[in-house]
């Protein structure tokens, strides 16, 4: 056995892997930045625009099956926007659909392979080549194996081996650069 790792995830985790999340889907810092100010401006454009549509409807009286398509369309797409813009109420969202809160969960790393054991499912074992992606912020690292599945390993919690050492021992092993979030 090379590392281990026990952990119990919290809110604080669950907000640390959304935010990885948004790292992997934007990697450049300018333009996580112009989404972070551009959803939010165009969210509430197209909302007055659809709440604007709707007034005119109201007031004029004229109604056609293209002007309510757009008018839903705008509303639906500003909140939307609004929605996707705040990564702090996404993070409690997930935390509050996360199934196994106060579980602890086990990882165990060994030269060939790696295993997950939890109370849930018992223990599962993984191959490093089924590693897509590493991802590392300043307390965790995030082993992916599928665009949105992650093994989340906080670094407060390793029992065995340094965490100092976990990114070179992971590369290695998964022929996967450590990729540091910015």
């Known amino acids: 056995m090379e590392f281990q790792v026990q952990m119990v995830y919290e809110p604080e985790d669950i907000a640390a892997l959304v935010k ?33 549509i709707l007034a ?6 004229l109604v056609s099956l293209a002007t309510l398509l757009i008018t ?12 996707r813009s705040d990564t702090r109420a996404m993070a409690k969202r997930s935390w509050k659909r996360y199934p196994n809160k106060g579980m602890t969960l086990t990882y165990t790393f060994y030269q060939d392979h790696f295993e997950e054991t939890d109370e849930a499912s018992g223990e599962n ?7 897509t992606s590493v991802n590392e912020d300043e307390n965790h690292f995030f082993l992916f ?8 390993l906080r670094k407060d ?3 065995q081996g340094d965490p100092k050492d976990f990114g070179e ?5 998964s022929a996967v650069m450590v990729d540091p979030i910015a």
């Open 125 to 131: 074992r993984f191959q490093y080549l089924s590693i």
């Open 169 to 173: 021992f992971i590369h290695v092993q």
């Open 72 to 83: 839903v369309a705008s509303l639906l797409g500003g909140v939307a926007l609004l929605r």
């Open 145 to 152: 194996t599928a665009s949105n599945a992650a093994h989340m």
């Open 157 to 159: 919690a390793f029992l």
């Open 20 to 52: 990885a999340l948004d790292y992997r889907r934007q990697p450049d810092k300018n333009l996580r930045r112009a989404t972070k100010i551009g959803y939010p401006i165009f969210g509430v454009l197209l909302i007055g625009t659809g709440v604007s």
């Open 56 to 61: 005119a409807m109201v007031t004029g009286g």
